[in-house]
């Protein structure tokens, strides 16, 4: 009878623990179009969601670390971050994470010295920071490269695809930035460049791309070694359930979704188990509810 309540004790002890463990604060990820803000097609301008100023401000003065990682490749980080620190997000430029820094990252480790971008200049630019040579349709030895890396490129000519295709028929591998078919701005959702560009090139040469942005787990692991912090302890916050809980499901991280973007309250009800969020929030400023 004493052995058996020491055992239940023990086991009482030990879920509270558990319980102690998952409230401590953990590092957070958050996507940015559609959850901390909404920007025009062009992404030229942006309109702050609620509640976004005082999440971030909140976790900052708690020092509880986060990143906002975008799957827009078309600023370089430090760029993207300047711009919203002028709309009054409270976000450092090494708190900006691109699928470009991934990108980066990953090449590097892989020994990737020679890339093929199909994208603005700024889809490139962490690129050149690694070291890593950038070279973009046209130049000379564009097609002699060791990777294909497609992004933000809403000017694409076919001639900027046919590029791609003769880089990876020489023996190129190809990467995407994101692999989304849309995205979420004022105007309502509008297509990702890179998903239609690298279908064509998937399409004519049958290779296979690497996903560098969301939901791929390149894009978790590389949020939280930036953290410092296990995947598992990564709380990701998006709008997408195929995007931001996809990836969070994929690691092991906690997902918390938000209704002001691409889902709405009523479809994230929807979603099949491996797309449904840990949480769903009306917006943002719910996450200061969450964390308590």
Known sequence: MKAGT????????????????????????????????????????YELLPGAIEVLT???DRGIPYVLLTNGSAYPPAEQAAKLRRAGLPVEDAQMLTPSSVTADHMAQAGIRRVLVLGVRGVGHAL??????????????????????????????MR??????????????????????????????????SFTIVGAIRRLTGARATLTGK???????????????????????????????????????????????????????????????HRVLAGVGGVLEWLG
């Open 128 to 157: 050149e920071q690694a070291g890593i040579t950038t070279l973009y349709p046209g130049e000379p030895g564009a097609t002699e490269v060791d990777a294909v890396y497609v992004g933000w490129f809403p000017d694409c000519h």
């Open 58 to 60: 909140t976790l900052k």
């Open 215 to 277: 939901p791929s787990l390149h894009a978790l692991r590389f949020v939280a070694r930036h953290l410092g912090v296990p995947m598992r302890r990564v709380v990701v916050v998006g709008d997408d359930p195929k995007v931001e809980t996809l990836m969070a499901r994929r690691g092991g991280a906690t997902s918390l979704a938000v209704a002001t973007g691409t889902t709405s309250l009523a479809q994230w009800k929807r979603q099949p188990p491996r797309l449904r969020p």
């Open 6 to 45: 020491r055992k239940r004790t023990r086991t009482h002890k030990g879920a509270s623990n558990a319980a102690r463990a998952r409230e401590q604060p953990r590092g957070f990820m958050f996507d940015v179009d559609g959850t901390l803000l909404l920007s025009d097609r062009a992404l030229g301008g």
């Open 160 to 193: 900027d695809i046919e590029a791609g295709c003769h880089a990876v028929w020489a023996g190129a591998k190809l990467y995407v930035a994101s692999d989304v078919p849309f995205f979420a701005t004022r105007e309502g959702r509008s297509i990702g460049y």
